[in-house]
């Protein structure tokens, strides 16, 4: 059930990986850096199944090597102790079988843990406190105070660019839409499917003013059953009004 999974995921990365090459070939001059992340992006995590899907398909082939070639446990039982040399070394070929089986079950226990293995818990950190210079009230004070400026700067900072971003003019949907928005509107407003999402994005781009953007958008929230408040609809807007600012 497992293998039946993994060749579905890498069915689909494929099939993502064409439409992304299709988008791309569309470019005459330069490609986006973000369109070749995507696409690097599902490349590698094809990779990654085809790893895992040829760790499973050994598994598969141990295991049924050692159904074909495990000796029944009750011809052990049966067995009359060796009374000459052929029961001898019949009793050593049952031996020798029985450590190979033990060897491949524990490289299969082996294969089972690497799937199932969490990444180490980071090590305890011990220090004695005497050791350790303890710090004054003043400097704590002033430890604090400049780390509260610091963070008032930084929002300030973050707030002030954020607004320019906000009334900066664009020329294109296609050029600016990052790639956390990206995934964001193909997720939530397109239902996971990128070609619906370009050829809405392309579109766009295509108007020439702000209202026919919005009877695009309201023909696109009736296909999709879209919400009007739904943030990633009001994220969409923002950046079609500073496509059109002067309308």
């Not at 220090?127 to 350790?132: A, G, I």
């Amino acid at each position: 059930m497992k293998k039946e999974i993994v060749k579905e995921k890498i069915s689909m990365q494929l099939e993502t990986i064409s439409e992304h090459f299709q988008v791309i070939s569309n470019y005459n001059e330069k490609i986006p850096q973000i369109e070749l992340d995507l696409i690097k992006e599902q490349i590698r995590n094809v990779y990654d199944n085809l790893n895992l899907l040829e760790k499973l398909n050994l598994l598969d082939k141990t295991k049924e090597f050692i159904s074909l070639n495990e000796p029944d446990s009750e011809s052990f039982t049966k067995t009359e102790p060796p009374k000459n040399e052929h029961n001898l070394a019949k009793a050593e070929e049952n031996h020798m079988l029985k450590a190979e089986i033990k060897s491949i079950k524990d490289n299969i226990s082996d294969i089972q843990k690497e799937f199932e293995k969490k990444p180490p818990s980071p090590p305890k950190i011990s220090f004695d406190l005497f050791e350790m210079p303890q710090p004054t009230i003043a400097e704590k004070y002033a430890e604090t105070s400049n780390s509260l400026n610091d963070n008032i700067l930084k929002q300030q900072k973050e707030k002030n660019l954020a607004e320019q971003l906000q009334l900066k003019h664009i020329e294109s949907l296609k050029a600016v839409v990052g790639i956390n928005d990206k995934f964001l509107f193909i997720n939530e407003l397109f239902e996971g499917n990128m070609r619906e999402y370009d050829i809405a994005i392309t579109q766009l781009d295509n108007f020439h003013s702000y209202n026919e953007t919005l009877e695009y958008i309201n023909q696109m929230k009736e296909k999709f059953d879209w919400n009007t408040n739904s943030s990633s609809l009001v994220k969409l807007k923002e950046f079609l009004k500073r496509r059109y600012p002067q309308q």
